[in-house]
């Protein structure tokens, strides 16, 4: 058995979120607490448990490995293949309700199952097609769930299985989410009951719009390569719509203006009916729309316009109990929550996300110091009210008056769970989640005029008198991701990794990123590489300003992952005079080969400003490159496609600029591999070592 390394455990513990309780959900009466987690820190098989909230006693309810078939027991050659296969699986990964918290539904391995929270009885409901996405109607008598491609109704003992909405081509579902909506606007869902479980509204996706990319495996050459509809910027969405479904057979189509507002940002059904939020192409407008159950008819709740683009936020749009709208609107340097077009959070605030509604309340993330983020309740007599104390990143669910809060802090990546109810001691929810092998060491900085967030992370026993270190840059750096926080992110114990190697590791957080409100944000529209960049020099100079005699200027190296790749691979295009050797990772080199929602929202459409996509793509700076330059690339990748490597690599070659290309077979987005993460780590070390002649 190798000895345990932070990349190896990175990659066993799924960057420690195993056996780490997840995706808490409370009972209408508060009494229960269902959540996901596994039975180890190394255990992939996430197992549905419940804790009383009276007691703090904790119940496993259902152990995926426990479980036969849908027809009783499973036969024991397909038993012993599943286990043999639990690596390969997650077990439960989401499970919906019944209005009361009583009754879960979940979906493993194409089937579905039905379990009792309360006498504990879990049994598979026999259906018609493999089972995705089953959703419980709140009065707890029937599930809904895609099944090729249809939108399906069944009683809870299964019968009574029939299609509310059949697909009219291979290529159209009802009731799931597309691409865009997923990846870039926080929609997964595709389909909401009504309250009274008597109809849904569904979203209809027609993939043939889409073009086709093909995602081959070159190390299995006898493999088809997998053929994916996939929206590159500037090119056709998929065709997006809503239906109103009566269980009786009745469809109505939910009608707006689809070609002035293409994209559904969001949709739900409460006790005030079913609403939609929809976006223009170019994102500038936002229409949150009430529809007339009888007749799909819509008519508009809110409005919301920005010259740059309209920011999404995740739970919104929402209403109260009692029908009051709940918002964002961006005023000056302030991303605010509102109610009924008001808002009700003070300057300085910056929202985050809406996790929900519990009567009038509306429980909420939000950031005053950009380290930080935490829990917040809006009440309309008593306002806004932080719930949270402490550094960390801080986010939780209530309902019923109990209040489960999620901290993730130093030593804790994947976070401590309590609950709290009435006043009553925090009952901790047990996390199984292992320790790192490691502490990680930031130094918090405040660098320059643009009080740039800065993460210092130095070698282990590292003394003044030792003389300066050789600079490692570890940025993401992009709209994704913060990277500098108070959370004990996983990425810190990496940096802290490379610095024990003997670098002094800084990670920056520039314009773009998020926490530091609207103008901040906006302030790369139209432009994805200029003030990113930018912003890395001038931390790594303010930091060295700040520490003198510690960080060698002569010795810069930078490394990054996905937008950190990108950033990487232009810091040595384009500063060779600050940045000595690079290492990209899974880099979108051409900006024209990404999402148009993601990609438009900041370089607008390409056919309508092509000087922008020129300009932040990195194929025509590959003439000019002077310095080693790593590219890592996962051939499996179908979040940046593989081709992003390939061609910066094939321009490189062309203008004849040496550089280096690792391959990795089988790999997509994340490696997960135990012995690639390990191995992929210490390559990039050598090359760093090699480039900037440390041996």
């Not at 293949?81 to 209005?99: H, K, M, N, Y």
């Not at 939780?396 to 993730?408: A, C, D, E, N, Q």
């Not at 103008?519 to 930018?534: E, I, T």
């Not at 810069?556 to 990108?566: D, E, K, T």
Request: a negative charge.
């Amino acid at each position: 058995m190798p000895t345990d390394t932070l990349p190896r455990q990175l990659a066993r513990t799924r960057r420690f979120t195993l056996g780490a309780p997840a995706h808490p959900a409370v009972s209408a009466d508060g009494g229960t607490v269902l959540y996901l987690r596994s039975r180890a820190g190394d255990d992939p098989l996430s197992c549905l448990w419940a804790l009383d909230t009276a007691t703090g006693a904790e119940r496993l309810l259902v152990d995926p490995a426990e479980l036969g078939g849908p027809g009783g027991e499973l036969p024991e050659a397909e038993r012993v293949r599943r286990e043999r296969a639990r690596v390969l699986t997650a077990g439960i990964t989401a499970f919906s309700t019944d209005a009361t918290g009583r009754l879960a539904a979940f979906a493993l391995d194409g089937a579905l199952w039905l379990a009792d929270t309360v006498d504990g009885t879990v049994r598979p409901v026999p259906t018609a097609t493999a089972v995705y996405d089953p959703r419980l109607d709140p009065a707890g008598h029937r599930i809904a769930y895609v099944g090729d491609g249809a939108l399906r109704v069944a009683d809870l003992d299964g019968t009574d299985d029939r299609a509310l909405a059949a697909p009219e081509h291979a290529e159209v579902a009802y009731g799931v989410a597309d691409h865009v909506a997923a990846e870039s606007m926080h929609r997964t869902r595709g389909h909401w009951w009504s309250p009274d479980g008597t109809g849904l509204l569904v979203a209809r996706v027609d993939d043939r719009p889409l073009g086709r990319l093909h995602l081959a495996d070159p190390a299995d050459p006898q493999r088809r390569p997998r053929v994916i509809r996939y929206p590159l910027a500037g090119t056709a969405n998929a065709d997006v719509s809503l239906r109103l479904l009566g269980l009786d057979g009745r469809a109505t189509e939910v009608r707006w203006d689809r070609a002035g507002y293409e994209y559904l940002a969001a949709a739900g059904w409460d006790a005030h009916g079913p609403y939609a939020a929809v976006q223009t192409r170019d994102q500038r407008t936002v229409l949150v729309l009430a529809i007339d159950p009888a007749d799909g008819t819509t008519r508009t709740l809110a409005e919301q316009r920005d010259a740059h683009w309209v920011e999404l936020v995740p739970g919104l749009p929402v209403r109260t109990a009692g029908g009051a709208l709940a918002g964002s609107a961006d005023d000056g340097d302030t991303r605010h929550l509102t109610i009924d077009g008001r808002p009700v959070t003070p300057t300085g605030l910056q929202l985050r996300e809406v996790l929900g509604t519990d009567g009038d309340q509306v429980l909420f993330t939000a950031t005053e110091n950009p380290v930080e983020t935490h829990l917040w309740s809006y009440d309309p007599v008593a306002g806004p009210r932080r719930l949270s104390d402490g550094p960390g990143l801080h986010t939780g669910v209530r309902r019923g008056g109990t209040l489960v809060l999620t901290t993730r802090e130093p030593g804790a990546p994947a976070g401590r769970t309590t609950v709290r109810r009435d006043g009553r001691p925090a009952l901790p929810v047990t996390s199984y989640a292992q320790a790192p092998v490691l502490s990680a060491r930031p130094e918090l900085l405040r660098l320059g005029p643009r009080d740039l967030r800065a993460a210092l992370f130095l070698p282990t026993g590292h003394r003044p008198e030792d003389g300066p270190l050789p600079v490692l840059v570890d940025p993401y750096g992009g709209p994704a991701l913060q990277k500098v926080t108070t959370g004990g992110a996983w990425w810190d114990l990496v940096s802290q990794w490379f610095a024990d190697q003997g670098f002094a590791v800084l990670a920056v957080d520039g314009r773009g990123t998020p926490g530091r409100g609207p103008r901040w944000d906006k302030s790369v529209f139209g432009d994805k590489a200029g003030p990113a960049l930018a912003d890395q020099v001038e931390g790594l100079h303010e930091a060295a300003r700040l520490r003198p005699g510690l960080l060698d200027l002569d010795r810069v190296a930078i490394r990054g992952w996905s937008y950190g790749g990108y950033l990487a691979a232009l810091a040595v295009l384009r500063r060779p005079d600050v940045f000595h050797a690079a290492v990209a990772g899974a880099a979108p080199t051409d900006q024209r080969l990404y999402d148009t929602h993601w990609q438009e929202r900041f370089l607008g459409h390409p056919d309508e400003h092509p000087e922008r996509y020129d300009a932040c793509s990195l194929i025509g700076d590959a003439p000019g490159l002077r310095r080693p330059l790593l590219l890592i690339h996962g051939l499996a990748d179908d979040n940046v496609f593989p081709v992003h490597a390939l061609r910066l690599s094939g321009a490189l070659l062309a203008a004849g600029r040496p550089h280096e290309v690792l391959p990795l077979s089988g790999t997509t987005h994340t490696p997960s591999d135990e012995a690639v993460a390990e191995n992929l780590h210490h390559h990039q070390l050598d090359f760093l070592r090699r480039s900037l002649g440390l041996r």
